[in-house]
């Protein structure tokens, strides 16, 4: 299963960005979307995951601004990221763990990355 990550960019503090995660390949079924984010010097963090029935959880420093979400039917996650401040400057990664379609079995990946840069 291969991941594909878009949406990053420059944006001034305050503005909006929105990241998109498509998966491709054999699935069966997507457990668990995520988003992570590495910036420089530091390790990656976990963003936000939402899981197959909705679920989500954040991280408290994008809780109330940034919103997780997914389609199903197209395999898609998104981040919709408002308010953005520059320490929301990073690499963001998605993640995806699930099963895929032939064989059946458990699968787990990451996107290649897509920057984000918040500065005026």
């Known amino acids: 299963v291969q991941l594909q990550a878009s949406g990053g960019g420059l944006v001034q503090p305050g503005g909006s960005l929105r990241l998109s995660c498509a998966a491709s390949?054999?699935?069966?079924?997507?457990?668990?979307m995520g988003w992570y984010r590495q910036a420089p010097g530091k390790q990656r963090e976990l963003v936000a995951v939402?899981?197959?029935?909705?679920?989500?959880n954040y991280a408290d420093s994008v809780k109330g601004r940034f919103t997780i979400s997914r389609d199903n039917a197209k395999n898609t996650g998104y981040l919709q990221m408002n308010s953005l401040k520059p320490e929301d400057t990073a690499v963001y990664y998605c993640?995806?763990?699930?099963?895929?379609?032939?064989?059946?079995?458990?699968?787990?990946?990451w996107g290649q990355g897509t920057q984000v840069t918040v500065s005026s």
């Open positions: 939402i899981t197959s029935g909705g679920s989500t």
């Open positions: 993640n995806a763990r699930g099963y895929s379609g032939s064989p059946r079995i458990p699968f787990g990946s």
């Open positions: 390949g054999s699935i069966f079924s997507i457990n668990a």
